[in-house]
C-alpha cells in the first residue's frame, strides 16, 4: 500500500448520495419495515410504536411510546431523528416473582407482559420495534434463556440488552436524566443508582459516561412480609448480618433496630466508595467492580443525580413500605451525604425508579459509500451488532482504551456481536490509522474470538485504507467490515446491509435506545 496516497479520500473527501434512493426504505428489504414514509409539509416522516421492557432482580415494568421521526435536513438525506416522543402507557411496576430463591418465574413475567400489552391496547403485531433490558438476577444463565425467548419470535423487532452492573450504569445515567444534565451543564455529575441488590455508580463529564463501578447494598438483599417474617436473604446479607453481630434466616422476624443498623453499615459502606476511600474487609468484598477510574473524589463533582428504586425514598416521591429496606436505607444515605458532598449538588433525576430505556427508536438510516472496507459479504447482513465506543485523548493507547469501552459493558475481551465505533485523528495520516490498527488487532485477536468478524464505524472517509492494514499488513484473519462517515454513539445498536448497486452504497441503520426526558417524568 502506498502510505501516501490513500484511494477513499483521507484529504476531505465527501459521501456522494447519488446513487442512494431518495427513500432510504426502498431498497432494503433486508431490514425489515421501519414504518411508513409520509410527506408532511414537504419532509418525510416515520410514526413508530415502540415498547421498553425492563426485567430486573427487584422489579420489571413496560413502557409504550409513540415516536415521531423526520429525515434530517436536505430532501436527499439519509438521516432521521427523533422530533417527538409521548409514552402512551406505562405499566404499574412489579416486583419480579421467584418460583426459587433465584429462579425467576417466567410464567408471571409472560403474564405481566401479556397484560400490559392488553392495558395499553397494542399486540405485538401492532409494535414496530422495542428494548429488552435483562439485569439483576434475571441475567443468570437460568433465567436468561427462558426470559430471552418470550421475545424471540420478535428478535427482529427488539433490541436485547443484558445488562450486567457496569452496563447496568451506565444505562441508569443515560435513562435517569444525568448525562443529560451534564452535557447540558458542562459538568460533572455522579449518579447513584440505588436498587434492590446493587447500587451503580456512573461519572459523567461533560455529557460522557467516563467511568461505572457497583457494590452490592440495596433495599431488598433483605425481604419481609406485612408481618416482618423474612421472605428472601441474600448471600450478601449474611455477610453483612455476621459483621453486625446479628443473626437472621428466613421465616423468623426482622425487628426495627436490626433493619436500622442494617441500613445504616450498607449506606457507610456505600459513602466509602462515594468518598474514594482505600476499601479493607467487607467494603472490598462488596465492591463488584473495579473502584471509579480516574476519580478524585467528591470535591471534583459539581451535581449529584439519584435513580433507583431507593431514589424515590430519598426525593420523598414515596412513603410506602414494600417489605425491604428502602425507607431505611433512604433515610440513612441523606443523612451520609451531608458528611460527603457540599450543600445543594443534589439534582432532581427525571426518572427514578423507571430510568431505564422507553423503547429503541431513534432510527438513523445512513449511508457508507464507496470508501468501505468488506474483506467478505458473508458477514453481510448483521443485525443488532452494539457499539462500543472507545474515547481516547490522543495519548491514551488504543488498545487500553478499547478494553475500557469493553469494560462498561462488563466485557473482558472482543466478542461476537460488536461493532467498534473509532474516531480518527485528524488529519488522519498513515502513522494515525496504522496505531488505530495495531490496537484493534491487539484486542481482537486476544481471547476465545479470533474467528467472529470484526465491525468498525468511522466518522471519516478512511475505512478501505484501515481495512487495507488490517488484512494486508497485520494479516487479520477474520472477516473485516468497515464502514465510515456513520454518527453513532454509547448504547446505539446498527444493523449493516449488502452493499446496493453500482457504487456499492452499504446501508447502515442505527438504533438508539430511547429514554424518557425531563418532561415525560
Not at 426470559?147 to 457496569?166: D, H, R, T, V
Not at 440495596?218 to 448471600?235: P, S, Y
Request: charged content about 25%; some cysteine; overall charge negative.
Amino acid at each position: 500500500m502506498d502510505h501516501d496516497e490513500f484511494e477513499d479520500g483521507l484529504h476531505g473527501h465527501s459521501h456522494s448520495h447519488d446513487n442512494f434512493p431518495d427513500d432510504p426504505h426502498e431498497d432494503l428489504d433486508d431490514f425489515g419495515d421501519v414504518g411508513e414514509a409520509v410527506e408532511i409539509e414537504g419532509m418525510e416522516m416515520l410514526t413508530i410504536r415502540s415498547v421498553g421492557i425492563d426485567i430486573g432482580s427487584s422489579t420489571s415494568h413496560l413502557v409504550f411510546s409513540q415516536l415521531v421521526l423526520r429525515r434530517e435536513g436536505a430532501a436527499f438525506s439519509s438521516r432521521f431523528r427523533v422530533t417527538d416522543r409521548q409514552v402512551l402507557y406505562r405499566s404499574p411496576i412489579m416486583l419480579t416473582p421467584y418460583v426459587s430463591g433465584t429462579l425467576i418465574d417466567t410464567d408471571n413475567i409472560r403474564e405481566f407482559v401479556r397484560q400490559s400489552y392488553e392495558e395499553a391496547g397494542f399486540t405485538p403485531e401492532t409494535v414496530d420495534t422495542g428494548a429488552v433490558v435483562i439485569t439483576g438476577e434475571a441475567l443468570k444463565k437460568e433465567n436468561a434463556r427462558p426470559i430471552s425467548e418470550l421475545f424471540a419470535k420478535e428478535s427482529g423487532k427488539f433490541i436485547c440488552a443484558s445488562a450486567g452492573p457496569n452496563h447496568e450504569a451506565l444505562l441508569a445515567a443515560h435513562g435517569c436524566g444525568a448525562v443529560a444534565l451534564s452535557k447540558d451543564e458542562s459538568a460533572t455529575v455522579l449518579n447513584i443508582d440505588v436498587g434492590g441488590g446493587t447500587t451503580k455508580l456512573s461519572l459523567i463529564r461533560n455529557g460522557v459516561v467516563t467511568s461505572t463501578a457497583a457494590v452490592t447494598v440495596g433495599a431488598r438483599l433483605i425481604a419481609f412480609d406485612e408481618e416482618n417474617q423474612i421472605t428472601r436473604l441474600e448471600e450478601p446479607a449474611l455477610d453483612l448480618l455476621n459483621e453486625i453481630g446479628r443473626i437472621l434466616a428466613v421465616g423468623r422476624a426482622i425487628s426495627e433496630s436490626v433493619k436500622e443498623d442494617f441500613a445504616a453499615r450498607m449506606s457507610e459502606i456505600l459513602a466509602l466508595v462515594i468518598r474514594n476511600a482505600p476499601l479493607t474487609g467487607i467494603a472490598e468484598r462488596f465492591l463488584l467492580t473495579d473502584p471509579l477510574e480516574d476519580y478524585q473524589g467528591p470535591s471534583e463533582v459539581d451535581y449529584v443525580v439519584f435513580s433507583g428504586g431507593v431514589s424515590e425514598y430519598i426525593y420523598d416521591h414515596d412513603a410506602a413500605s414494600y417489605g425491604d429496606l428502602g425507607p431505611q436505607f433512604a433515610r440513612h444515605i441523606r443523612e451520609s451525604l451531608k458528611t460527603v458532598f457540599k450543600e445543594g449538588v443534589v439534582r432532581e433525576a427525571s426518572e427514578g425508579i423507571r430510568a431505564t430505556v422507553i423503547g429503541a427508536g431513534e432510527y438513523t438510516v445512513q449511508a457508507s459509500g464507496g470508501t468501505s472496507h468488506l474483506s467478505g459479504l458473508d458477514s453481510l447482513p448483521a443485525f443488532g451488532l452494539q457499539v462500543v465506543r472507545p474515547y481516547m485523548n490522543g495519548q491514551e493507547s488504543v488498545e487500553r482504551a478499547i478494553q475500557s469501552a469493553l469494560a462498561k459493558f462488563d466485557l473482558t475481551e472482543f466478542a461476537p456481536g460488536l461493532a467498534l465505533a473509532l474516531e480518527v485523528e485528524e488529519p488522519p495520516n498513515y502513522r494515525s490509522l496504522k496505531r488505530l490498527a495495531d490496537g484493534i488487532s491487539s484486542v481482537v485477536n486476544n481471547g476465545d474470538a479470533t474467528d467472529v468478524p470484526v465491525f468498525i464505524v468511522l466518522d471519516t472517509d478512511v475505512a478501505k485504507s484501515l481495512g487495507g492494514i488490517l488484512k494486508e499488513e497485520l494479516k487479520l484473519s477474520q472477516d473485516v467490515v468497515v464502514v465510515d462517515g456513520i454518527d453513532v454513539g454509547d448504547l446505539d445498536y446498527l444493523d449493516i446491509g449488502l452493499p446496493m448497486g453500482i457504487s456499492e452504497v452499504v446501508p447502515v441503520t442505527v438504533k438508539s435506545l430511547i429514554f424518557p426526558t425531563k418532561e415525560e417524568s
